[in-house]
């Protein structure tokens, strides 16, 4: 009889626990000062290694310049250009950076084809392009050589 | 002990002829005593002599028929009550504790009496002259006295103090056993109580844990109205990808890029132009409280752009607090009563728009719209207030719209209500009863359990 009535109170006590971390919840979104929400869906590191491209290739082909890359998952991916050799956090905020939509649907094969002359006019004789992977309404990026916990440290170089 | 009291033991009748009537079960031949007065004891085996002269004739009749078993001997033979514990009996005239025949009455004046008291055992024994010995227990004490007359307290003897005599259960929880030899060793009961009290605060302390647990996942799921352990990662401080960007950011850099120099584009189209068709459908009105409603629908577009930028607003003017697109949040842009945000193009995606409602205004009307005015379209809907029936019409305006297909609302719009009224009260009330009334059983169980305690 005691071990029981142990029992129904540790079972009331978990449950008293959840349903005031349930109504505490519901408390703070009545009262109407949403509280600064988790962000959802933020890429893990797992994610990044998972969904790292591969067999990145940079081919000229006639008057374009063709990149390609293959993804583990289906994904939508992008390409960042810039004349520069920056660090990712600088690209995403510089004024001549470029995006190009690669893969707008998801998919495993990625490939664009970029206008050389257009490309050399905007950035010179060199493009440095970092690949980004479209997660969930995150973006991830990688270059030429990366840290999974720090970012790509180093871009893809174009030589036109 | 010397005495002819037979029968009743009256110490007045001098006769010793009365009738056995209450004493015959006694066990004090001859001598009745307080304890055979009001603690009697059974001869089970004893007889009644009928032959015996000492018996009235009418007992003798009832003792031939059975009725009586009380043996003649023993109410004949008081000098076989020597041995047994000498009894007190009120006396009127001596109000003593002896024992006395009314033949033996000593003069009171003339009596003497032993009193010894056996120290280990706190018996007193008090004899007087001619009466045998009379045991009188004493309570024992804290304090005794040793041979060299230092006064030895019960503690330093024994160990025990009196905070332990009032703790039973520490001293249940030791049992010593002494074996054959006569050797002590500490019994399995007290491993077995450290054991138990070891399981139980296990056993609270994963009680404790798993309230905690269950404390952060119903906050999660009630906040979000879903769990995913991923928010536990993050409440863990667990490693997620610190430089990946939120992709509305990027966007936003590409529409701003493509806008300043649009002839590096790889896309010839321009925003004016990009998109082609917009399908809003499904709609769905969740009032999340008084103050927050969560409008979502389905929403496409078609566009050579991958991303297309929108812009909602309601009139009258509604507030947005938060924008998700497939329950990613998105940031947007705020100009004027106009909330831009960008969106990804040939894809359905569900649109969910947090919004800060005035309840005195009972309808509103949506517009989506694309950037640049060139496709528009109105979404007229309905809002009630959150506690009656939703009766929502949904109706198409053409208004500026080029296309009539640029825009397909559902004719119907679900609504779940919020949680109010007796609801909101209904369920806390619920959960603080649950837990007084675990408490109450928790606790009525343990006095349950004291109680059987005191009477063991």
Not at chain 1, 47 to 74: Q, S
Not at chain 1, 84 to 109: M, W, Y
Request: glycine residues 6%; contains cysteine.
């Amino acid at each position: 009889m005691k071990i029981i009535l142990k029992l129904v109170f540790a079972l009331l006590i978990v449950a008293s626990g959840a349903f005031s971390g349930y109504v505490l919840s519901k408390y703070q979104q009545s009262v109407g000062n949403i509280p600064k929400t988790l962000e959802q869906d933020r890429p893990s590191i797992d994610d990044v290694k998972r969904l790292k491209p591969n067999k990145v290739e940079i081919v000229k082909h006639l008057e374009n310049i063709r990149v390609t890359f293959l993804t583990k998952e289906p994904v939508k991916s992008y390409l960042v250009l810039n004349s520069a050799s920056l660090p990712f956090e600088q690209v995403i905020n510089h004024r001549k950076t470029v995006v190009v939509g690669v893969s707008s649907s998801l998919s495993l094969d990625h490939s664009v084809e970029l206008n050389k002359d257009a490309l050399s006019q905007m950035f010179g004789d060199r493009v440095y392009m970092y690949v980004l992977i479209s997660y969930k309404g995150w973006i991830i990026p990688y270059g030429i050589k990366v840290d999974i916990n720090k970012g790509p440290e180093s871009p893809f170089m174009i030589k036109l | 002990m010397d005495t002819n009291n037979k029968g009743q033991g009256d110490l007045q009748n001098d006769n010793n002829q009365a009738p056995p009537t209450a004493d015959l079960n006694s066990t004090n031949q001859g001598n009745v005593g307080l304890e055979g007065l009001f603690n009697s004891k059974t001869q089970p085996n004893s007889t009644v002599d009928t032959n015996s002269d000492i018996l009235p004739e009418e007992f003798k009749d009832l003792a031939q028929d059975g009725f009586i078993e009380a043996s003649n001997s023993d109410l004949s033979n008081p000098a076989d009550s020597s041995d047994s514990s000498s009894t007190v009996k009120k006396d009127e005239e001596w109000s003593s504790n002896k024992e006395l025949s009314s033949e033996d009455r000593p003069d009171p004046d003339n009596v003497s009496n032993t009193t010894s008291k056996d120290s280990n055992t706190g018996i007193v024994k008090q004899q007087s002259e001619g009466e045998g010995t009379q045991e009188v227990r004493e309570p024992l004490q804290d304090t005794t006295q040793d041979r060299t007359g230092t006064e030895t307290s019960f503690e330093d003897l024994f160990g025990i103090s009196d905070e332990d005599d009032n703790n039973s259960e520490s001293l249940q929880a030791t049992t010593l056993k002494a074996d054959n030899n006569g050797n002590v060793s500490e019994g399995a009961s007290g491993i077995a109580g450290a054991i138990g009290a070891f399981l139980t605060g296990v056993f609270w302390i994963l009680v404790l844990l798993v309230t905690a647990l269950a404390f952060v996942i119903a906050y999660l799921y009630g906040y979000k109205g879903r769990f995913d352990v991923r928010y536990l990662k993050e409440l863990t401080q667990q490693k997620i990808c610190e430089y990946c960007v939120n992709e509305a950011k990027l966007t936003s850099i590409k529409s701003l890029v493509f806008k300043k120099e649009p002839e590096v584009s790889p896309s010839p189209t321009t925003l004016e132009e990009n998109i082609k068709k917009m399908v809003a459908e499904q709609f769905k009105v969740v009032c999340k409280d008084r103050a927050y409603w969560e409008i979502s629908f389905n929403l496409s577009v078609q566009s050579n752009e991958p991303i297309v930028d929108l812009s909602v607003n309601f009139e009258p003017a509604l507030e947005i607090q938060e924008l998700y697109v497939d329950s990613s949040k998105i940031d947007f842009s705020k100009k004027g009563e106009e909330y831009t945000f960008s969106f990804a193009s040939n894809v359905t995606k569900r649109v969910r728009l947090l919004v800060k409602v005035n309840k005195e205004i009972k309808k509103y009307t949506l517009k989506i719209k694309g950037k640049g005015g060139t496709k528009e379209s109105f979404m007229l809907a309905g809002f009630p207030d959150c506690k009656s029936e939703l009766t929502v019409s949904v109706n198409p305006t053409k208004g500026q719209q080029n296309d009539s297909d640029t825009l397909l609302p559902s004719n119907s719009v679900s609504v779940t209500p919020p949680r109010t009224g007796i609801a909101s009260f209904v369920l806390p009330a619920v959960g603080i009863i649950i837990v007084l009334v675990g408490t109450y059983l928790y606790l009525f169980g343990g006095l349950i359990n004291l109680g059987q305690r005191f009477k063991e």
